[in-house]
C-alpha cells in the first residue's frame, strides 16, 4: 500500500519537530515544509535564518526532505499591512488568526497539491475530528496551548486536509519526547514578539509606519491627566505606560484615533472597563451554532471564556466582561467545539459611574 504523503509546516521549533516523529510513526511519508514570512525590514533582525539552520537539522535527524517556501509577499499583505491600518485606526489587531487562515494553511494547502500530497500538517495544539460529513475544530487537550482560538477562520476545505499531531499531547509530553529523541530544538524556546518577524517590541515595529504623535491622555470626566504618543501604542485595558503616576491605578478604556485621545479609569472595577456585549464583523462560521446551544465567547487568547447570547451579529454576554478591545476576535465555543468567530467591531461598555 502507499504511503499517504504529507506538507508538515516545519518552523524550526519543538513542536513541528516532534509532529514530525509523530507522523513517521504513523507511517506516513513526510516532507518538512519551511515557511520563510519575513526577511527583515528596517534594521529588524529576521528570525527565519536561524529558525530555517534548525528545520534543516531536523530533518536531518529525522531523516525527512525539508523545502522552503517563499511567503513573504503574502504576509507582508495579509498581516503586516493589516496591523498598521487596524492600530492606525486605533484597534487592537490580532496577527496570528490572519497568518493561519490566509497565509500558513492557504498556501501550504496549495502547494501540498503541487507536491502531490495527500494532506497539510502543523504542530498546533488543536484537533480536527471528521462529524459525518463535515470536520469539526477542537480544543487541543493541553488547555495552556490549546491554539484553536488562532484558527477558527480555517475552511472546511482547509480542515480536511489537516493533520494536527500534536492535539492530543500537552507542551511537557512533547518537551519529555524531543529530548528523548536528542532533537536538536528539545530545549529551543517558543516563539516571542510578532508571529515570524521575531523578538522585536510591537512599539519598535509599529513606529515604523505609524511615527509618534503627541496627544492628551484624560479620565472619564474629561479631565487631562497628561501626555501619551499616540493611540496606536495603547490598548483596551492596558494598565502601563500612560506616564500617569501615584495613587489608584489607570488603566485604558477608550481610544480615539481621530482625536488622538486615550481615556482611563480610575481602579480595576471602574465599570468603563467592562463590557456587557459587543458586535461582530467578518464573521466565518466552521459550523453555524444551534438554538438550544451553550454558547462561550473567548475575546483574547486563552481568555476563560464567557457565556453569551448571539442574535446575528450581536453578542450579549451572561456576565460583564472586562477589557474587551475592538479588533480582537471574539470566538465562539459549543463545550471543546471551535465553532467560528468574528472581529470585535463595537463594545457596549457599562455606563461610566
Known sequence: MTKKRVLLGLSGGVD??????????????????????WSGDHGFDPCWIEDRRDALRVGAELG?????????????????????????????PNPDVLCNSLVKFELLLKDAEKLNCDFIATG????????????????????????????HRLTQNQLSKTLFPLGEKTKDEVRKIASDLSLCVADKR??????????????TFLKERLPEKKGVIKDTDGKILGEHDGVQ?????????????????????????????VTVA???????????????ASVHWIRKPHSSEKLVGHVRYLHGGEVITLNNNMISFASPVKSVPPGQFLVIYSGDE????????????????
Request: with cysteine; aromatic share 14%; charged share 20%.
Open 233 to 261: 501604542f495603547f490598548t483596551i485595558g492596558q494598565r502601563k505606560g500612560f506616564g500617569v503616576g501615584g495613587g489608584v491605578p489607570y488603566y485604558v478604556v477608550e481610544k480615539d484615533a481621530v482625536t488622538n485621545t
Open 190 to 203: 517558543s516563539t516571542r514578539g510578532i508571529c515570524f518577524v521575531g523578538n522585536v517590541a510591537l512599539k
Open 16 to 37: 513541528s519537530a516532534v509532529a514530525a516523529h509523530f507522523l513517521l510513526q504513523e507511517g506516513y511519508e513526510v516532507v518538512g515544509a519551511f515557511m520563510k514570512c
Open 338 to 353: 471551535c465553532l467560528g468567530g468574528g472581529v470585535i467591531d463595537a463594545v457596549d461598555t457599562l455606563c461610566y459611574a
Open 124 to 151: 498546533h495544539y488543536a484537533r480536527v475530528e471528521q462529524r459525518s460529513d463535515r470536520f469539526a475544530l477542537l480544543k487541543g487537550k493541553d488547555n495552556k496551548k490549546d491554539q484553536s482560538y488562532f484558527l
Open 64 to 92: 525527512i526532505e525539508v523545502v522552503t517556501f517563499d511567503y513573504e509577499d503574502a504576509y507582508r499583505e495579509h498581516v503586516t499591512e493589516y496591523m498598521y491600518a487596524e492600530y492606525a485606526a486605533g484597534r487592537t
Open 266 to 280: 480610575a481602579g480595576d472595577d471602574h465599570p468603563a472597563l467592562s463590557a456587557s456585549g459587543a458586535s461582530l
